[in-house]
């Protein structure tokens, strides 16, 4: 039986089409002299003696993300800008509630940074700049392309700040993570944290630099060491964990990371993933040991086996000892389902069981991470977890079943997550968007939008004290959920959009306050349980605009003055459930804009997205 499963095995297939890109000769640009003045010192999280994330006051916070790659694969940018516009996609990811972006990268594209070499990599690893400039002209150093077709785009650390810049805007907070030694599709199939290519000095040198760069940037929050650390000692190079000082000691090896970005930035959030295989020493197993029987269902395994970066058995008798910075560790590992790979715990002997949540716990979760937030050792971050739940690839719904156990234990038990991902081409797992990054899995959002931070009448809750989650209306700072202040600004101007700019659709699922009526709540986000020490206002939110506003205003449909994504959204509200959110008699005649006369539809909504977009210039509209 085949016992190694190749997680991710297409992660970045890439079937786009990069516009105008090959042929052009590039110059660097230069590097921005500093990331952000000094203001931002604000936002730093670290862990409380209950093994809670914590902001600078002592308040409870709940990390809830999602991943996009592309650095990490020699795309030198995010995948996706190759045919649509970063800063919509990031405006649409804050938009969506996830207050936290975790970013693959590698250590060569950071060292390229600090080195400022060139975007050709070195001839290292694959390097192809993908950024198309028609949609992207804030990414070009001349704002676009000329008449002639000629362009040039900018140094990709410069692309990088901009990505910063806009983050910061929307209120979301950064995760970087080491994915690979060198910049390649396959890189995470590397178990090590260094390669032929680097060393593991280089992968110091660079968590240092960049720790130090961004020291006076809150907007960069935390560092995951390394993406999945992993390898069985049969195959030649493995992690393993204890307390030696072995060169392939994955403990030994995040201990020198965590203090090499500690010493810059000691407000950094640590996050620190397990390995694959740990040995069952009651039963005389070693380091040397063979992992390979750990999958087998008809042989008693001598190893636990886990997912790529997901064991931390290890933590247990030797954590990481990090002296007085202890306070910054997060422990994260990556959890998968049976579409990935049909791992021993999903099933009985005879492939006869369904698993639950107390299964799961029983077979696999609890002693391979799970105790370490039930024991209150450690808070986690599961940096990895998603799935198909489509009828197409999961025509059993097992996979969804396991989401569905895994996302509602995540929040039962206030355990910060990042989704994987973003991305549409990720092979085994797909992705929050399709249509080359043009549309959003309505289904697959609603799915996880229910694990995102927000507050009981489903505004979305961000970690920067200042700055409201997104540019939609429907979220908040960190200091409004605190103060009680949950109505989130109606409207934020965002600076860029272009004609050539494509806005995903917003599902029913994403929860905007700024309504005719009273509270608007859709069940597809609504969270019951965050934390016992999370307390949630029950204030009601109100919209004094909304209530004294009556006139026609075309597109206007919840009545608060103004036509942007917030209408949309209250439209696909409507439809969904017009008894719990009807709008009102006049939203009713301004929301018709689409083939006006012919009743409310998802049209309309679509019509107020590419209104609010930029991409018509006139309501109603007719194609």
């Known amino acids: 039986m085949k016992t190694r499963f190749f997680r991710r095995a297409a992660a970045a297939v890439v079937s786009a089409v990069v516009l105008g890109v090959s042929g052009v000769s590039y110059v660097p640009t230069g590097i921005s002299s500093q990331a952000a003045p000094d203001e931002y010192h604000d936002d730093w999280l670290h862990v409380n003696e209950n093994a809670e994330v914590v902001d600078m006051d002592g308040n409870p916070v709940w990390m809830t993300g999602c991943n996009w790659f592309g650095y990490n694969a020699g795309r030198q940018v995010f995948d996706g800008v190759w045919s649509k516009n970063m800063h919509s996609m990031l405006n649409q990811i804050a938009d969506h509630g996830f207050n936290l972006l975790r970013v693959p990268m590698s250590t060569q594209i950071i060292l390229q940074w600090k080195k400022h070499g060139p975007d050709t990599g070195g ?127 994955w403990k030994y ?54 997912w790529w970066g997901g064991n931390l058995r290890g933590v247990k008798d030797n954590p990481v000892d990090i002296g007085k910075y202890k306070s910054q560790i997060v422990y994260s590992p990556h959890d998968y389902g049976p579409l990935v790979w049909k791992q021993k715990w999903f099933y009985m002997d005879d492939d006869s069981r369904s698993f639950d949540r107390q299964s799961l716990l029983d077979d696999y979760w609890y002693d391979t991470w799970a105790y370490l937030i039930e024991e209150k050792q450690y808070p986690l971050l599961m940096g990895e977890w998603g799935g198909f739940i489509d009828s197409e690839h999961d025509p059993t719904g097992e996979n969804k079943h396991w989401m569905q156990e895994l996302r509602d234990y995540m929040i039962d038990k206030h355990i910060h997550h990042t989704f994987w991902c973003f991305n549409e081409n990720s092979g085994d797992t797909g992705g929050l968007v399709y249509d080359d990054f043009g549309k959003w899995d309505e289904e697959k959002y609603a799915f996880v939008a229910k694990a995102l931070w927000q507050t009981d009448s489903g505004v979305f809750i961000g970690l920067d004290h200042q700055i409201p989650l ?136 679509y019509a107020i997205q590419l209104y609010d977009a930029q991409q018509i210039t006139e309501l109603p509209y007719t194609e």
């Not at 993908?130 to 077709?149: F, H, K, R």
């Not at 006049?586 to 309309?604: C, S």
């Open 253 to 306: 090896a995040a201990e020198k990371g965590a203090m090499a970005c500690l010493e810059q930035n000691p407000n950094l959030l640590i996050m620190i993933e397990g390995i694959e295989c740990y040995p069952d020493f009651e039963k005389g197993a070693d380091w040397t040991t063979p992992c390979v029987d750990y999958a087998h269902y008809d042989e008693p395994s001598l190893v636990f086996g886990a």
């Open 123 to 249: 001839g290292v690893g694959e390097v192809n700049m993908m950024v198309n400039p028609y949609e992207n002209p804030e990414l070009t150093v001349g704002g676009g392309v000329d008449g002639e077709g000629q362009y040039e785009l900018m140094y990709s650390f410069d692309i990088w700040n901009k990505a910063v810049e806009w983050c910061r805007e929307n209120g979301m907070k950064i995760m970087i993570d080491i994915h690979s030694a060198t910049s390649a599709s396959m890189g995470h199939q590397k178990p090590l944290w260094y390669d032929d290519n680097f060393s593991e000095k280089d992968w110091l040198d660079a968590l240092s630099w960049f720790a130090e760069y961004y020291k006076d940037d809150d907007t960069i929050i935390a560092i995951d060491l390394k993406n999945e650390p992993h390898g069985k000692p049969e195959e030649g190079q493995f992690a393993k964990w204890d307390d030696s000082k072995d060169a392939n000691n």
């Open 470 to 605: 997104g540019t939609a209306g429907n979220g908040i700072s960190l200091s409004d959920y605190y103060n009680g202040t949950v109505t989130p600004p109606v409207s934020r101007e965002t600076t860029t959009t272009t004609s050539a700019t494509t806005t995903a659709t917003t599902t029913s699922a994403v929860t905007t306050t700024a309504t005719a009526s009273e509270t608007t709540t859709s069940s597809a986000v609504t969270t019951s349980t965050v934390s016992s020490a999370v307390t949630t206002t029950t204030a009601k939110v109100t919209t004094s605009a909304a209530s004294a506003q009556s006139e026609k205003k075309v597109g206007d449909a919840n009545l608060d003055g103004k036509v942007t994504v917030a209408d949309a959204v209250a439209i696909l509200q409507h439809l969904g459930n017009k008894d719990k959110y009807g709008l009102k008699a006049q939203g009713l005649e301004n929301a018709d804009v689409y083939n006006t006369g012919d009743g409310i539809t998802a049209k309309d909504a």
